[in-house]
């Protein structure tokens, strides 16, 4: 008996020895001053829902096969963003009816097919915009696809793939 305690006394003190040696390889990793203060700063200033959703989109708007945004239309606030995901097999844009509207008010560059940035979204691609802060409550801002749609006058829907975000 007094040999088996002396095994398991060995083989004990041989682990120990060899996670101190090894530096606890394999441990879960200790966090550093600059992470741990990091996660007190999120649970001081926001809940986790609100921490969460500051990198989640508000709305997220498909891009369907059968030529269509759907939602078509999306109530968001200022300063929050929208995706948009292309679930279709062919390329599809957001385009603002109004652009100019769009760089005076809310600050947004228009490329060359007159979109609010997203140029062309390839199939299975998504998109994502952020609504600026300063845009007033009550805003529409309707826009289409230029390859499938029509723009409208921009207080009404276009024709075809057309959409409509209400900021709130």
Not at 19 to 36: D, F, I, Q, Y
Not at 69 to 92: C, L, Y
Not at 137 to 150: F, L
């Amino acid at each position: 008996m007094r040999k088996y305690v002396s095994n398991r006394a060995f083989t004990l003190s041989a682990t120990v020895m060899l996670v101190l040696t090894l530096g606890g390889a394999g441990c879960a990793k200790t966090p550093t001053s600059s992470e741990m203060d990091f996660t007190y700063k999120a649970k001081e200033n926001a809940t986790f829902e609100e921490f969460w959703a500051k990198d989640q989109p508000a709305a997220v708007v498909q891009m369907t096969s059968a030529d269509q945004f759907s939602p078509k239309t999306v109530t968001v606030s200022a300063g929050r963003s929208i995706m948009w995901q292309n679930s279709d097999t062919e390329k599809h844009t957001v385009t603002a009816d109004d652009v100019k509207w769009l760089q005076k008010t809310a600050g947004v560059n228009s490329n060359g097919d007159g979109g609010l940035g997203s140029g062309s979204i390839d199939p299975k691609s998504s998109w994502r915009w952020q609504i600026p802060k300063d845009t007033k409550s009550g805003a529409k801002i309707y826009y289409h696809c230029s390859i499938h749609g029509a723009k409208g006058d921009t207080k009404s829907f276009g024709e075809g793939m057309v959409g409509l975000i209400i900021v709130k």
